[in-house]
């Protein structure tokens, strides 16, 4: 039998919730929590590099029932701050479980807090908002302190923190792609590697330095923080707009949202989950997608844009082409498997806006 401490969880607005230490524990730790209500995929949620900043409260019961292997890691590592959940499974169960997701908390230094009711956590966010928070076991009045001067993702470049420090090259096919690294998902790298040669690249690359790649389609990739708080890379993306196809997902859509002249505002809590119902307007079919972003482009602000895809849930642009250049993007994640392939034909979509595939050359 595990003895945890005694922990609590504090928001910004004075709210308390009472745990017991887990994970990686420490008497405090801050970040913006968001809720999760996903039922299973918690270790592609975890090490989502779209998560800095931000600590996990997971709706789904018990969480860690069937371990953790390294096949599913969306990154390298967690960027989250943290992690809650009602029940912390100690005995994973599953044939590809390599490491309970406890001991891969403590492995990657991430602080977590059981025994919590998140229900009630979860309708307190769905009233207030996202909101930063501290938990751990320090008194509560210090976790108070700390949740008091605890921030958000407002105004936040977090993309910073977690693109690649260099151009990685993955695959081997004919095409060539670049993708921006926002915060760019294993799955994604994975299905785009399909397509041909794909060429990773930091946030800070300038369109001239993806030019001299020669691609035949860029790619725009998710990623955490505020998109208002990346006008660099929103001035790449711009400069490219009609000189290669364009595909982009999640903070890649907004961006390009802001590149074409769109805005963005901040959802109160986010989407964040497994089961978000978007309908194609093109043929009216609803796919269940998986989606995690705090942010959302404002409805009708893109110029010369067609929406191509609406939630049901809230009635959030999660979808658009340009109507004067190759580049179509959304909001939700095609590469993820919650419908369980409703989406993925968007990259299919993104193959045929490069063109044919080309003869091989023996060029990489």
């Known amino acids: 039998m595990i003895v945890r401490a005694n922990a609590l969880l504090v928001t910004a607005d004075g709210v308390v919730f009472a745990g017991e230490a887990a994970g990686a524990s420490r008497p405090v730790a801050t970040g913006e929590l968001v809720f999760n209500t996903a039922m299973s995929g918690y270790q592609e949620v975890i090490t989502d590099p779209s998560y800095a900043g931000q600590v996990i409260a997971f709706t789904s019961t018990h969480i860690g029932n069937y371990g953790t292997n390294v096949d599913d890691d969306e990154s390298t590592r967690p960027h989250c701050q943290g992690v809650v959940v009602r029940d912390l499974s100690t005995v994973p169960s599953n044939w590809r479980s390599t490491e309970g997701l406890e001991a891969f908390l403590v492995r990657h230094g991430v602080p977590a807090i059981t025994g919590v009711d998140t229900r ?138 802001t590149a074409l002249g769109g ?77 369980p392939h409703d989406a993925r034909y968007l990259f299919g979509e993104f193959s045929r806006l490069m063109g044919p595939v080309p003869a091989p050359t023996g060029r990489r």
């Open 120 to 257: 009630r956590m979860t309708r307190h966010l769905r009233q207030v908002g996202a909101v930063p928070c501290a938990f751990g076991t320090a008194p509560e009045g210090e976790l108070r302190e700390a949740a008091a001067t605890a921030v958000g993702t407002d105004g936040a470049d977090l993309v910073s923190g977690v693109t690649t420090g260099s151009a990685v090259v993955y695959g081997e096919g004919p095409r060539r792609i670049v993708a921006f690294d926002f915060g760019v998902k294993a799955t994604m790298i994975r299905q785009l590697a399909e397509l041909g040669t794909v060429t990773v690249v930091p946030a800070s690359t300038t369109a001239s330095e993806v030019l001299s790649l020669d691609p035949e389609g860029v790619f725009l990739s998710n990623g955490p923080g505020d998109p208002a708080a990346l006008p660099g890379p929103a001035a790449a993306i711009a400069d490219l707009i009609g000189r290669v196809p364009i595909f982009g997902i999640c903070l890649g859509h907004q961006l390009l949202a």
């Open 263 to 339: 805005s963005t505002y901040k959802l109160p809590f986010g989407h964040h989950g497994a089961n978000h119902p978007v309908q194609r307007l093109a043929s009216g079919v609803v796919e269940i997608t998986s989606q995690n972003h705090n942010y959302a482009v404002v409805a009708g602000s893109v110029p010369d844009a067609e929406v191509t895809h609406v939630n049901l849930n809230d009635g959030v642009n999660e979808g658009f082409r340009c109507l004067k250049a190759p580049a179509f993007s959304v909001q939700y994640h095609p590469e993820a498997a919650p419908g």
